[in-house]
């Protein structure tokens, strides 16, 4: 069933250990759709400026994700350039223009109404309460968010939260949210504010999802899945976003929603952001193919499954 | 089969978040032979001073372990005084005092000769190379070292690496050694120094094995197992050393050792750290109960494997 994501267009300026690239397609929503669009039928709203040409559509048309939804608007794109010093974890920040995407106001086409599945990617919490407010026939919800929106809009997040069925963040952020620097304690802090389950992204060392009591299933047992050790990781921009994209698409992909198909999404998730990092930008992520996907699927059932 | 640690025994004084204990046994070889004790037989060699009176050996006895190789010297025992931050990852040292343990000589009771199983504690890497050495029939030795070692006696540690069948290090130490960052290659850079596997522990994301091409079985894919998320780590002193007892003192249980052994072993390794860290010092080992330790095992195994 189709997914609907809301997010960032970008163009992204990256330097790594490995190498850089500039001007690069990049943001939450491409990342998401083109990792997403392995699975599923996907629907992309996010704006874009005058630089955005065909060619940068085609990425996504050649993905089928349908592109309706993308408002072009006067002026640039938004602009990010960045560098990864060694331990490839964190992103030193060289500039942000937000340009186009500073007054985005998401609109939902018509034909994208009876989406079942939302992703709601990093954008302004009321942004995404009101577009979760727009989409009632949806079957499931998950969000993304980041440290500058916990901090310096805590109470719409927290508004935002309880029309989230699954958010996905890292630790830090879990962490900061919650305030309590216990990952369970901070997990259970965050599931008390309204979402049912909550994916904690750990970077290199995989992801764990948290339940609340009885959601999607019996008990609240959090689960975990790995991350592939990779030797050159090439670029970690967009990672998250691939994994969340895996995630959902695999969930959207299923009859049911069940704790099985959960965990088996996170794995997918992995999977996807072990892609993505293998090249930069969202190169490996136009390219990569089913069997693919499901060979690496394989690997990680290999790497933390006993016989 | 009988495993024979060498290490240290030590008295710690140690304040966390959750509160404080002072003059508590621990060390290395402590850690590890209660934690391997629930699995298998275990005989320590250590250096003890005055102040270890028959009480402190009686920790050791009730837990069956054979305590002949503790040699008692004149002098006090090694004393170790730290704190944790908030993150609890990194311990702040207040004092290291090393007392008898500086002259450490291990010697080997006649009657440990047989031991078919050999783990050495982080001490000298030279001291660990003539241990090594003196139990020729061994079936399997792994080992453990620090960052101290890895900077002062790095061609000593690089000699005492080819004697040494696994490795198991942390994050930090494995990149130090390595003189590289990322994970895997540091592994495999690791490996080529000598040992057939290497177990990188991950603290709260539990652990990766990387195993030499056809080292214990086919092909050369790691394995990883969680790391139980804990609503109140108390004091996480010792749970490298209880991983490592776990680890071993499974693998010892066993008739055969391949990769499956291997890969269970992993995750007893990841249990016993998780029961460490539940009690300030050696208090949770030392009553923990087998079934206790199934049970958690099982656990362990829902947090990671797909139905």
Known sequence: MSILVVGSVAFDWIATPSGKVENALGGSATYFSLSASYFTDVRIVAVVGEDFTPEHENILKKRKIDTRGIEHAKGKTFRWGGQYLESLNEAKTDFTELNVFESFNPRIPKEYQDSKFLFLGNIHPSLQASVRKEMNGTRLTSGDTMNFWIQRTHDELVETLKLINILLINDGEAKMLAGENNLLRAANKVLSLGP?????????????????????????????????????????????????????????????????????????????????????????????????????????CELTHLG
């Open 196 to 300: 049912q389950a909550l994916v904690i992204k750990h970077g290199e060392y995989g992801a764990t999802i948290f339940f609340r009591e009885g959601a999607f299933g019996i008990g609240s047992h959090p689960f975990r899945a790995p991350a592939l050790p990779i030797d050159e990781v090439k670029d970690p921009t967009g990672a998250g976003d691939s994994f969340a994209g895996g995630f959902m698409g695999y969930i959207a992909s299923q009859e049911e929603i069940n704790r099985e198909v959960i965990k088996r999404a996170l794995f997918y998730g992995g999977v996807m952001g072990s892609f993505a990092v293998e090249k930069f930008g969202t190169e490996r992520l136009q390219s990569v193919t089913r069997d693919e996907i499901e060979a690496r699927f394989q690997i990680f």
